[in-house]
């Protein structure tokens, strides 16, 4: 029965992928000489509304498909607003702009490369982020306590080590994720820079103090 469910749950998730993935209009390009040939070609039982090609409307339906010469230089800079209908129903508005290959590699290597400097950049100031946090008032001060607690000579201490680490990252990374799916992305920054909530914690600190 298990399996029988599974089969049928793996079944309709490759339907529901297909059906996502389906697109009743795709374009084609070809290069000739200075000029690019654009072609869209529809499945069976549907057809192309071109709605407009840059600023100038056109509004008609192309039943045996559709091909439109430009210039390499117009055909990258004039995007064309398409539908794809059939007897019962049409798609949402698409666009289609043609990049030539150079450009798409070009695009594609920018893209990687920034968003790989982007990421290491990410991680190295969190990393130096971290160690500048070890010299604040919070944490300073408990590093001897927390360094002599754990260096017991006994066998239980890389053991309460690791606990001491892990309940502190599931902890925050817990805490984080709950409150981010919840209230938003931006909820815990709006939070830690509310005017109220740091003179809350002011006032706390000066009652603790005294």
């Known amino acids: 029965m298990k399996k029988l469910l599974f089969l049928i749950f793996v079944f309709f998730a490759v339907l529901s992928s297909n059906a996502q ?70 798609t949402a508005p698409e666009i289609y702009q043609y990049q030539s290959a150079d450009a798409t590699s070009a695009e594609a290597d920018t893209q990687t490369a920034s968003t790989d400097k982007s990421l290491l950049m990410i991680f190295i100031l969190g990393l130096l982020g971290g160690f500048l946090a070890i010299f604040t008032p919070c944490v300073w001060p408990i590093i001897p306590m927390t360094v002599s607690f754990f260096l017991k000579k006994d066998n239980s201490s890389v053991k309460n080590g690791l606990l001491f680490g892990l309940a502190i990252i599931v902890i925050y990374v817990g805490l984080g994720l709950l409150v981010t799916v919840i209230f938003g992305a931006s909820a815990l920054n709006a939070f830690s820079t509310n005017a109220i909530v740091n003179l809350f914690f002011f006032a706390l600190l000066v009652v603790f103090a005294l």
Request: aromatic share 10%; charged share 20%; net charge negative.
């Open 21 to 90: 993935n389906f697109t009743p209009t795709t374009w084609s390009s070809e290069e000739i000489g200075d000029s690019v040939k654009l072609t869209a070609v529809s499945s069976d039982g549907w057809h192309v509304t071109i709605i407009s090609i840059g600023e100038e409307e056109i509004g008609e339906e192309y039943y045996d498909g559709y091909s439109i010469t430009l210039s390499k230089s117009q055909a990258s800079s004039t995007p064309i607003r398409y539908m794809s209908c059939n007897d019962e129903t049409c």
